[in-house]
């Protein structure tokens, strides 16, 4: 990304969200600041043998609330979620599909499994029956890939510019985000709809399972991950999606929109360590936070609250303190850092997504959401988490940072305009 300080401004100016924790952005928020967690006993698939039987799952769903057409059904749950995210999302803004040039808008999508449930049922349907050719529908041509949402959002709300598909792990939100932002900035197109969707699948709840990355606590389903905490030991799996509607500042301000935050700058990095842990010394998660704030222009001291990746797991947590303190030295203990993975559990490739609404919507509300269940702090995670409890506090930046399989990074900034 170029640094010519002649390049073009970008902001947030809608939002929407389906969530564990809220179907609209105002119930999300409430419940996200009030650290009220969508997690509970799971109801989509069995788990009577599995050691986890908790998730976040979306409840009350109906994506005929969003979108009118009878064959949106076909869709799997990560394109019907993303598509009624992004729907909230160009409605917040209001911003009128009218008024907009398609070929000067996208809609950049990030997501890890997206395809994956339709693949298995194909599967199956084509090992049962008889007529293989028959068995196979045209629509699961498209349905089994992971580019269906990105170019599904195209096709429904008429956005012809882009459509993109990011998939980089559990980074693939903040991916989506950053590079849809690095489009505006560089002129190739003036509003773009980006964030992330993602299902609970009942193979990669089993997988999670046997790789012991999630929570197996008993009891209750709201108090199961605690990031930070020394008695962590994994987090809950969850679903939903999240997308913003990013725009050109003079394009935005010229129409009296309301604008949540600037999009500052973003940064990604590869550990090139390992298949799922972090490099011991954070080195992944610090590069990435780095290019950030060289991107953004701020140094480390304008910074006031960061949202963590904060996954629960035993590794994780302290690797991504030691990596914070490395990149703000004195600073860190002057940061806010939060974990709210554990109200909306871990949405995979639309965590970034839902956190980069969380840090928008902090920065607008200047009000931090609290680490939830966080009681005696493991050795070494010794920022202020801010445990419990939603923290007024004049953000002038907040940070949102994530981490992704395959020692993928990514960093993003926002700012108060």
Request: net charge negative; hydrophobic share 40%; charged share 25%.
């Amino acid at each position: 990304m170029s640094l010519d300080s002649t390049q073009r401004r970008v902001v947030i100016t809608g939002m929407g969200v389906i969530c564990p924790c809220g179907l609209d952005l105002d119930h999300f928020w409430e419940n996200a600041r009030g650290g009220v967690s969508g997690a509970a006993k799971i109801s989509r698939f069995d788990t009577s043998n599995l050691p986890v039987k908790i998730g976040a799952e979306v409840k009350g769903f109906d994506l005929a609330n969003y979108l009118k057409e009878k064959k949106l059904g076909r869709f799997t749950l990560t394109v019907q979620y993303g598509l009624a995210a992004a729907t909230l999302a160009l409605k917040d803004s209001g911003i009128g599909l009218g008024s907009l040039d398609p070929d000067r808008t996208g809609v950049v999508e990030g997501t890890t499994v997206s395809g994956s449930e339709s693949m298995i049922r194909l599967r199956d349907t084509f090992v049962r029956g008889k007529d293989n050719y028959r068995a196979l529908h045209p629509h699961n041509v498209v349905a089994c890939y992971c580019g269906e949402g990105s170019s599904t959002i195209g096709l429904q709300l008429g956005i012809r510019g882009q459509a993109i598909t990011y998939c980089s792990g559990c980074a693939s939100g903040n991916d989506a985000i950053g590079y849809a932002a690095q489009m505006i900035r560089e002129d190739e197109a003036d509003v773009i709809v980006a964030g992330g969707s993602e299902e609970m699948v009942e193979m990669m709840h089993i997988g999670f399972c046997r790789l012991r990355a999630m929570s197996e606590k008993e009891g209750e389903p709201a108090a199961a991950m605690s990031p930070f905490d020394k008695a962590r030991d994994g987090f809950v799996l969850g679903e939903g999606a999240a997308f913003v509607v990013l725009e050109e500042l003079s394009r935005a301000a010229g129409r009296g929109a309301r604008i949540y935050a600037e999009f500052a700058g973003n940064g990604r990095s590869c550990d090139a360590y390992h298949a799922t842990d972090p490099h011991p010394e954070g080195l992944g998660y610090g590069l990435a936070l780095e290019k950030a704030l060289r991107r953004a222009r701020l140094h480390p001291t304008e910074v006031d609250y960061i949202n963590a990746h904060g996954s629960a797991t035993p590794l994780n947590d302290p690797i991504e303190t030691k990596a914070i303190k490395r990149v703000f030295k004195e600073h860190a203990r002057r940061l806010a850092v939060s974990a709210t993975k554990p109200v909306t559990g871990h949405m995979m490739g639309s965590s970034g997504a839902i956190e980069t609404v969380i840090c928008a919507l902090t920065i607008w509300h200047q009000e931090i959401c609290p680490t939830i269940n966080l009681e005696e702090p493991e050795e070494g995670c010794d920022l202020d988490y801010v445990p419990k409890e939603a923290r007024a506090y004049p953000v002038r930046a907040a940070v949102n940072l994530n981490a992704g399989f395959g020692g993928r990074y990514a960093c993003l900034v926002l700012k108060r305009i």
